[in-house]
T-cell receptor, first 112, second 115 residues
């Protein structure tokens, strides 16, 4: 497809479990971003990749959160030992050199 | 540090009436400012952006916003609301870069359009 693709669209898990969320950016976009949107709030920055490297991971809330982009395209956000407070919509966006971000539809994570 | 405040988490307008969504920002550097719209079950879509050129910015779907440095505001307007404008709107700020990386978003304003 032409847009940013995120899978799964919905994920329900139990407290303490491990979760992976995948983002497939627009082809050719070098920059990739992860944001988290909690209910009733605006998106909050998590991490930004330029190519394969994390250029800015200052938004990751703690060391349970980790993201990779091994080949400079698809990215995976990994959450260990999930907690109920991790429940949110995780948004991925990509951009080319002109900087406009294109967002995916998000992955809704519910931790029971 | 940067921050964005959107006044009013919910706005109700009649079809055909003016839409006015308020956004105030705080930034220690010259800001780049954005408005995004989010329709139900869809991703965020860029409406318009201010990048230090003209202070009145025109976007898609008839929306426009005016950057007022003295008021640290970037309010979004549309002269005549349409039913299809019902959505959530987010104002965002980033540093002085053409790239929108590390956007700081406001809390959003949900717009309801009454027939």
């Amino acid at each position: 497809g032409a847009g940013v693709s995120q899978t799964p669209s919905n994920k329900v898990t139990e407290k303490g479990k491990y979760v992976e969320l995948r983002c497939d950016p627009i082809s050719g976009h070098t920059a990739l971003y992860w944001y988290r949107q909690s209910l009733g709030q605006g998106p909050e920055f998590l991490i930004y990749f330029q190519g394969t490297g994390a250029a800015d991971d200052s938004g990751l809330p703690n060391d349970r959160f980790f993201a990779v982009r091994p080949e400079g395209s698809v990215s995976t956000l990994k959450i260990q030992r999930t907690e109920r407070g991790d429940s949110a919509v995780y948004l991925c966006a990509s951009s080319s050199d002109d900087g406009e971000l294109f967002f995916g539809e998000g992955s809704r994570l519910t931790v029971l | 540090a940067q921050s964005v405040t959107q006044l009013g988490s919910h706005v109700s307008v009649s079809e055909g009436a003016l839409v006015l969504l308020r956004c105030n920002y705080s930034s220690s550097v010259p800001p780049y400012l954005f408005w995004y719209v989010q329709y139900p079950n869809q991703g965020l879509q860029l409406l318009l952006k201010y990048t230090s050129a003209a202070t009145l910015v025109k976007g898609i779907n008839g929306f426009e916003a005016e950057f007022k440095k003295s008021e640290t505001s970037f309010h979004l307007t549309k002269p005549s609301a349409h039913m299809s404008d019902a959505a959530e709107y987010f104002c965002a700020v980033s540093g002085p870069s053409a790239a929108g990386n590390k956007l700081t978003f406001g809390g959003g304003t949900r717009v309801l359009v009454k027939p």
